[in-house]
């Protein structure tokens, strides 16, 4: 019995992967990362070499970060070229783009060859306080959904979006947690002055928004005010690990439960978002250390400093009712 099996196995025939009906191929292929379609793929045979290079395969590309750092600049320069590849073969039919390591250059780059983009989320960019990167946001009038993750944002970076972006609907601003307890007193009062600039900056130009996201966030209750007041149209609300907004569980809380239809709150999971961190604090440098599971808003471990920053005039929040 055991002989037969063996002979059976025996015969069947091998399996030529270059005759699958191209419409499979095509499936199997569109799985791959962009890093496998070009430096593997397209060498197996010509066959499949021919559908790397449609640019129907290119509409959707996604090129995965790096989640250890520092990333060497000979990895950053191959993610450039790579991502430069995959914008070319897609002859100005790229939709959906995710891209890392890159730069003013890149994104201009992209931008001038992909007019048709929808979605841009940009993975630990450099340079993005660049006030050219208007010029980029020009160039893509149809964008719906744009997102920065893990690279730094400022003000002018979101009211460009806006101006140039007519069709934006979802933003993504998600950052690693601002570590206070440690820097110089100058640092630390130099983040906690402009930490509401970006939730200011989204209220002010961005109030048909529907979908926002702000893992990490270090603004307080009145950026979260005033982005309740000025953004009415928003159906989700991300505010995983934004630890600077006291009263979310209480009015503040119930406010953004009843106004938005859904909300993640500072203490809900980071399923699904591998660049952002799960920790207040490292515990092995800090003896507060206090895991997420355990985070509480009302226990704040630097009151003394928001106490003081908030004891400010807000004139940016004399028009909070809507």
């Given at each position: 019995?055991?002989?037969?099996?063996?002979?059976?196995?025996?015969?069947?025939?091998?399996?030529?992967?270059?005759?699958?009906?191209?419409?499979?191929?095509?499936?199997?292929?569109?799985?791959?990362?962009?890093?496998?379609?070009?430096?593997?793929?397209?060498?197996?045979?010509?066959?499949?070499?021919?559908?790397?290079?449609?640019?129907?395969?290119?509409?959707?590309?996604?090129?995965?970060?790096?989640?250890?750092?520092?990333?060497?600049?000979?990895?950053?320069?191959?993610?450039?070229?790579?991502?430069?590849?995959?914008?070319?073969?897609?002859?100005?039919?790229?939709?959906?783009?995710?891209?890392?390591?890159?730069?003013?250059?890149?994104?201009?780059?992209?931008?001038?060859?992909?007019?048709?983009?929808?979605?841009?989320?940009?993975?630990?960019?450099?340079?993005?306080?660049?006030?050219?990167?208007?010029?980029?946001?020009?160039?893509?009038?149809?964008?719906?959904?744009l997102g920065f993750i893990e690279t730094e944002?400022?003000?002018?970076?979101?009211?460009?979006?806006?101006?140039?972006?007519?069709?934006?609907?979802?933003?993504?601003?998600?950052?690693?947690?601002?570590?206070?307890?440690?820097?110089?007193?100058?640092?630390?009062?130099?983040?906690?002055?402009?930490?509401?600039d970006n939730a200011l900056a989204v209220g002010?130009?961005?109030?048909?928004?529907?979908?926002?996201?702000?893992?990490?966030?270090?603004?307080?209750?009145?950026?979260?005010?005033?982005?309740?007041?000025?953004?009415?149209?928003?159906?989700?609300?991300?505010?995983?690990?934004?630890?600077?907004?006291?009263?979310?569980?209480?009015?503040?809380?119930?406010?953004?439960?009843?106004?938005?239809?859904?909300?993640?709150?500072?203490?809900?999971?980071?399923?699904?978002?591998?660049?952002?961190?799960?920790?207040?604090?490292?515990?092995?440098?800090?003896?507060?250390?206090?895991?997420?599971?355990?985070?509480?808003?009302?226990?704040?471990?630097?009151?003394?400093?928001?106490?003081?920053?908030?004891?400010?005039?807000?004139?940016?929040?004399?028009?909070?009712?809507?």
């Amino acid at each position: 019995m055991a002989s037969s099996k063996s002979k059976f196995k025996s015969e069947e025939p091998a399996r030529n992967w270059s005759e699958l009906p191209s419409d499979l191929t095509i499936n199997i292929l569109q799985r791959l990362g962009v890093v496998d379609r070009l430096e593997n793929a397209q060498k197996v045979c010509t066959a499949w070499r021919k559908i790397c290079k449609d640019p129907a395969m290119w509409r959707v590309v996604y090129m995965e970060a790096c989640l250890e750092d520092p990333v060497g600049r000979a990895r950053r320069a191959a993610y450039k070229e790579m991502c430069k590849q995959a914008v070319d073969r897609s002859q100005g039919q790229l939709l959906d783009l995710t891209v890392c390591y890159g730069d003013y250059e890149l994104l201009l780059y992209i931008a001038d060859r992909s007019s048709k983009l929808r979605r841009l989320e940009l993975v630990k960019f450099r340079h993005i306080f660049n006030e050219k990167w208007g010029e980029a946001f020009k160039k893509l009038p149809l964008l719906e959904e744009l997102g920065f993750i893990e690279t730094e944002v400022w003000e002018h970076n979101i009211e460009d979006a806006a101006r140039h972006c007519p069709l934006l609907k979802t933003l993504k601003l998600n950052q690693t947690p601002v570590l206070l307890s440690y820097g110089s007193d100058d640092d630390i009062d130099y983040i906690l002055s402009m930490r509401d600039d970006n939730a200011l900056a989204v209220g002010r130009h961005l109030p048909e928004l529907t979908h926002l996201e702000l893992i990490g966030n270090s603004m307080t209750d009145h950026g979260l005010q005033f982005i309740l007041a000025r953004c009415c149209h928003l159906e989700s609300l991300g505010l995983r690990r934004c630890r600077s907004i006291w009263g979310l569980r209480g009015d503040l809380g119930k406010q953004c439960s009843q106004q938005i239809k859904n909300v993640k709150f500072p203490w809900h999971d980071l399923k699904g978002h591998p660049y952002a961190r799960d920790v207040l604090y490292d515990p092995e440098y800090d003896s507060d250390y206090v895991p997420w599971s355990e985070y509480d808003p009302y226990d704040h471990l630097y009151d003394d400093d928001y106490t003081a920053n908030n004891n400010d005039n807000f004139d940016d929040l004399d028009a909070v009712e809507p």
